[in-house]
C-alpha cells in the first residue's frame, strides 16, 4: 500500500514528488504497459481525480465512459503529463510507462509526449500546412530531417491512419482541406509517424458524422495490433463496440473497471449498472 499524503501536502504540492507515496513492488502489475497508482489531480483548490488506480495492458483498447465533469479527460491527460501543462493544476500519485513513473523529475517530458500520443476531441490539423507536412511536423522537429525517410514515415502513417488511398495524390493540399472526419484521421497519422507506444484519444468522434465515425471505430480497433489505445468517450455503444477493457469514472473517482463485455452485461457496481441504462448520464 502507498502511504497517503495528507491535506496539507497535497495543497502545497506544485510538482508530482514521487517520493511522496512510494510504490511496493507488490503494487506494480509487471503485465501493464501503463498503469495510474493512487491519482489524485487538482485544479486549484478543487479535487478532480480521487485515487484512482488503473491498468492499461499492451496491445487492447481500454475505453473511460462516465458523464459529463467526472474527470474522465483530466485523467487521460495525466498519461503523457499534459496536465502540468494547466496553470494552477497539481498531481499526486504515480503513472508507470513499462513500470516507470513517468512523473519522476528526471524523466523528460518531451520524451513521454513522444511515447504516449494524444489525439484531441476535434480535429486539429496545423492550418499552415499541407497534408505531407502536417504527418511529417513532430518528425521535424525532433531532428527526423532526411527526405527519402521522411516520405517512407509519412506513407506509413497516413496507411495506418487509412487514409493513404484518400489523400495519395493531394499531399500538397492545406490539411484542412478535406472533410472533418479525414482531418481527425490525418490527427491520428500525425501520432503515428512518432512511433508512440500508446495513443490517447479523448472523444475522436464527438464532431463526426455517423460514417466518419465508423472508420474511426475501425481503425480503433486495428491499432491496438501496434499500440495500447485508451479513448475517452461519452458513447456507451462505442466503447463497447470498440473496447477491449472498460473503466466507468463518477465524481472524479473509478467506479468499477473491467473486461467490457463484464462491464456492459454484468456490472458488479449498481452505479454502474444505473448508468450503463441510462437511470443518469
Not at 475505453?63 to 499534459?82: D, E, H, Q, V, Y
Not at 465524481?251 to 449498481?270: A, D, H, M, S, Y
Amino acid at each position: 500500500m502507498t502511504t497517503p499524503t495528507t491535506t496539507q501536502q497535497k495543497e502545497n504540492l506544485s510538482q508530482p514528488d514521487p517520493s511522496q507515496q512510494p510504490i511496493t513492488a507488490d503494487v506494480i502489475d509487471a503485465t501493464a504497459k501503463m498503469q495510474a497508482i493512487n491519482v489524485d489531480a487538482w485544479f486549484g483548490q478543487k479535487q478532480i481525480l480521487k485515487t484512482v488506480n488503473l491498468t492499461v495492458k499492451p496491445n487492447s483498447v481500454t475505453a473511460i465512459i462516465g458523464p459529463s465533469g467526472c474527470g474522465k479527460s483530466t485523467f487521460l491527460r495525466c498519461f503523457n503529463r499534459m496536465h502540468e501543462l494547466v496553470s494552477n493544476s497539481k498531481m499526486a500519485g504515480q503513472i508507470l510507462l513499462d513500470g516507470k513513473n513517468i512523473y519522476d523529475r528526471q524523466i523528460d517530458p518531451v520524451q513521454i509526449r513522444r511515447r504516449v500520443g494524444m489525439v484531441f476531441q476535434k480535429p486539429n490539423p496545423f492550418p499552415t500546412m499541407n497534408i505531407y507536412d502536417n504527418v511529417a511536423a513532430g518528425l521535424r522537429l525532433t531532428g527526423t530531417k532526411k527526405d527519402k525517410n521522411l516520405d517512407d514515415i509519412v506513407k506509413h502513417s497516413l496507411e495506418q491512419a487509412t487514409l493513404w488511398d484518400e489523400v495519395k495524390d493531394d499531399l500538397k493540399k492545406p490539411g484542412t482541406s478535406i472533410s472533418g472526419g479525414q482531418q481527425q484521421r490525418l490527427c491520428i497519422a500525425r501520432a503515428i509517424a512518432l512511433q508512440p507506444e500508446v495513443i490517447l484519444m479523448d472523444e475522436p468522434c464527438s464532431a463526426l458524422d455517423p460514417i466518419a465515425t465508423a472508420k474511426i471505430e475501425k481503425l480503433v480497433i486495428e491499432l491496438k495490433q501496434n499500440y495500447a489505445v485508451i479513448i475517452v468517450t461519452h458513447n456507451m455503444q462505442q466503447a463497447s463496440r470498440v473496447s477491449d477493457y472498460t473503466a466507468f469514472m463518477y465524481l472524479g473517482e473509478l467506479v468499477e473497471f473491467g473486461e467490457t463485455r463484464q462491464i456492459f452485461e454484468n456490472p458488479k457496481n449498481k452505479l454502474t449498472e444505473k448508468y450503463i441504462t441510462g437511470e443518469f448520464g
